[in-house]
């Protein structure tokens, strides 16, 4: 069946660092791929998506690019705040499909220290 | 405008008891999603509903129900609590149901088993 797997977190950055969460897919179909974002006591949000191949999604500086070869939706975003800090979440869903549902990874926690 | 609102925040009940989550979809989505996010199993499906129909149900026993109304709302029940049904609860709006249309999650309603 399809699923989503995700980097083992926490992730643990300084203020102004690089991110890369590493997010891979197994799909049956041709799915959209998601990143969502939990703040602590919070509900998810959509944080950016990508409906096909080679498509990037992107919103409030990170990124993601759709790679059907490597079956790979990695999440990434040049200089991460503190405000940054958060769960992220990978998940997959078929548009025109029945099931309605969305697919995700396990979390990646991010810790951003100042 | 409003976005989706879970009640109650939340719960503590005691082992054998039953309990109803309420959701109230934003203002014109007519379809509804649970989700149970626990830190061992992540975010798993429920169900889903699109005007008062249940149109996909998660791998989750009978105990496990839920409605809509026809005004969107929507809620679920769980029956005989267990211990391990301590998790917080999701559920997501949508116009048409995810993966066709975007997906907003409300913040949740905690639920403690004592």
Known sequence: GDSVTQMEGPVTLSEEAFLTINCTYTATGYPSLFWYVQYPGEGLQLLLKATKADDKGSNKGFEATYRKETTSFHLEKGSVQVSDSAVYFCALSYSGDSSYKLIFGSGTRLLVRP | ?114
Request: glycine share 12%; aromatic share 12%.
């Open chain 2, 1 to 114: 405008k409003a976005g989706v609102t879970q009640t109650p925040r939340y719960l503590i009940k005691t082992r054998g008891q039953q309990v109803t989550l309420s959701c109230s979809p934003i203002s014109g989505h007519r379809s509804v999603s649970w989700y149970q996010q626990t830190p061992g199993q992540g975010l798993q499906f429920l169900f889903e509903y699109f005007s008062e129909t249940q149109r996909n149900k998660g791998n989750f026993p009978g105990r496990f129900s839920g409605r809509q109304f026809s005004n969107s709302r929507s809620e679920m029940n769980v029956s005989t609590l267990e211990l391990g049904d301590s998790a917080l609860y999701l559920c997501a709006s949508s116009l048409q149901g995810a993966g066709n249309t975007e997906a907003f999650f409300g913040q949740g309603t905690r639920l403690t088993v004592v």
